[in-house]
């Protein structure tokens, strides 16, 4: 199993949700986020002092998913945002161990299908 988390800008939402949707993603968490990447939330062409930095908005989707769908989802988030826009999105893979469905007990694989 696998957690894919992502960063987007808030007005690709919907667009994310569909395609995670449409991939089968049978779960997923959103959270308003604020943060900044490389640029430090400076636009190019921008005088910045150094140690300066902007907070922007962002939304952070997450879910677990099976390791054997992990690229098809990936593929599906980034096709899904295409501005080609500084800022745009990060996506990351990270490893789960286990998962519990505490209603049942269920475990691993179960636990999330």
């Given at each position: 199993m696998k957690k894919i988390e992502c960063y987007?800008?808030?007005y690709n939402l919907d667009a994310v949700a569909e395609a995670l949707a449409v991939e089968g993603?049978?779960?997923m968490s959103v959270a308003e986020v604020?943060?900044?990447g490389v640029q430090k939330g400076f636009t190019r062409g921008e005088d910045?002092?150094?140690?300066?930095?902007?907070?922007?908005p962002k939304m952070?989707?997450?879910?677990?998913?099976?390791?054997?769908d992990v690229e098809r989802i990936i593929s599906a988030?980034?096709?899904?945002?295409?501005?080609?826009?500084i800022g745009e999105g990060k996506i990351f893979v990270l490893p789960i161990d286990?998962?519990?469905?505490?209603r049942t007990g269920?475990?691993?694989?179960?636990?999330?299908?």
């Open positions: 987007i800008q808030p993603v049978v779960g604020k943060g900044f910045v002092k150094p140690g300066e930095y902007r907070f922007h952070k989707v997450e879910m677990v998913v099976l390791e054997k988030i980034s096709a899904s945002l295409k501005s080609n826009q286990d998962a519990v469905r505490t269920e475990r691993g694989r179960d636990a999330i299908t």
